[in-house]
């Protein structure tokens, strides 16, 4: 595996990936991303297992939870990271390395600022 920090990113395919394709590609250097058909896939051992892999975050971009088409896919995104998060902290790891954002297809520019921000602070920018 490579030595470069990266963010790994999920995305429902129904709001984040849309608001994705309008940022630039340089600001998503250090993410991979992974779409799903709703954020409420995202699996507590795929989370915790891309912390022990080569990643040194997970980000996971949902619907807003009152327009996700899949009616519950939000609120099931949100229990996992929560309990993702949890378990972090108990065992004595920054549960900031696992972080949830409700956006929607037309919040590119909230996206970006979230990514900055993660990236500032898991020291991921450059310069």
């Known amino acids: 595996?490579?030595?470069?920090?990266?963010?790994?990113?999920?995305c429902c395919e129904?709001?984040?990936k849309l608001a994705l394709n309008a940022i630039p590609e340089k600001e998503l250097t250090g993410l991979e991303i992974v779409n799903l058909p709703c954020s409420g896939k995202i699996e507590i051992a795929t989370i915790l297992n891309s912390l022990v892999e080569d990643y040194?975050?997970?980000?996971v971009l949902a619907c807003p939870p009152d327009s996700c088409?899949?009616?519950?896919?939000?609120?099931?995104?949100?229990?996992?990271?929560?309990?993702?998060?949890?378990?972090?902290q108990e065992i004595g790891?920054?549960?900031?390395?696992?972080?949830?954002?409700?956006?929607?297809?037309?919040?590119?520019?909230?996206?970006?600022?979230?990514?900055?921000?993660?990236?500032?602070?898991?020291?991921?920018t450059e310069g």
Do not use: H
């Not at 595996?1 to 999920?10: A, D, G, R, Y």
């Open 56 to 59: 040194v975050a997970v980000l």
């Open 69 to 88: 088409q899949y009616i519950r896919g939000s609120q099931r995104a949100r229990q996992r990271i929560e309990f993702v998060q949890q378990r972090l």
């Open 14 to 16: 129904n709001s984040a």
């Open 1 to 10: 595996m490579s030595n470069q920090k990266k963010i790994l990113t999920f």
């Open 93 to 124: 790891l920054p549960p900031e390395r696992v972080k949830l954002e409700f956006v929607s297809r037309v919040d590119t520019a909230k996206i970006a600022r979230i990514i900055k921000q993660l990236k500032q602070e898991i020291n991921l």
